[in-house]
């Protein structure tokens, strides 16, 4: 029974995944469109999230600033939220610039008014990976920004789409600088 339900939960991930590539395919170029934009006009990626898309965040300026699946130079990112007393909003306010993305990643479970609107405020490209609440950014994002959206309600699983998303990221980013892997 315990084995069954664990197998059920590698089906239902392998079926979300299945069902949002096509979907999620133009999203996702255009999001690492944004971050190549930033990196290659000497801006950077700023990369926090909400829930558990703050423990993702950490991950993902790591991928960008060390490497993904091959060696390349270290690209501009860093990951907000880390430092006590200090809100994600009020880093994007001291060190965002023009020109800058700030990728943000939600689980729904905080309020993004302060961070989205720091990032407006210096010009930034938003990119938002969301899940359930991802009807809640169309009031929010402008023209330019971009709008990754999960569709589904499982914490669990946006968040196993969401790494897979950073990591097409990371892989379109490479692929885009670098060409195709040994050539």
């Known amino acids: 029974m315990l084995e069954q339900r664990i197998q059920q ?7 979300l995944q299945y069902r949002c590539a096509d ?4 999203p996702v170029a255009e999001a690492a469109g944004a971050l190549l934009a ?3 006009g000497g801006g950077k990626v700023m990369v926090c999230g909400s829930g558990a898309g703050a423990a993702l965040a950490p991950h993902m300026a790591r991928l960008l600033t060390g490497r993904f ?10 990951a907000l939220g ?27 479970d905080g309020d993004t008014t302060a961070v989205i609107s720091a990032a407006q405020a210096k010009d930034m490209t938003i990119v938002v990976l969301a899940g359930r609440s991802a009807a809640a950014f169309g009031e929010l994002l402008g023209e ?31 692929f885009q600088l670098m060409g195709e892997q040994g050539t």
């Open 9 to 15: 939960q590698f089906f239902d991930s392998a079926d």
């Open 23 to 26: 979907t999620l395919a133009r």
């Open 38 to 40: 930033a990196i290659t």
């Open 69 to 78: 699946e091959r060696e390349r130079p270290p690209l501009a990112a860093l």
């Open 82 to 108: 880390g430092t006590p007393g200090v809100s994600a909003a009020q880093e994007v306010r001291a060190l965002g610039l023009p020109g800058d993305v700030l990728l943000f990643i939600d689980d729904a």
């Open 144 to 174: 330019a920004d971009v709008l990754v959206a999960v569709p589904h309600e499982r914490g669990a699983r946006v968040a196993e789409l969401q790494l897979l998303v950073l990591h097409c990221l990371c892989d379109a980013v490479d």
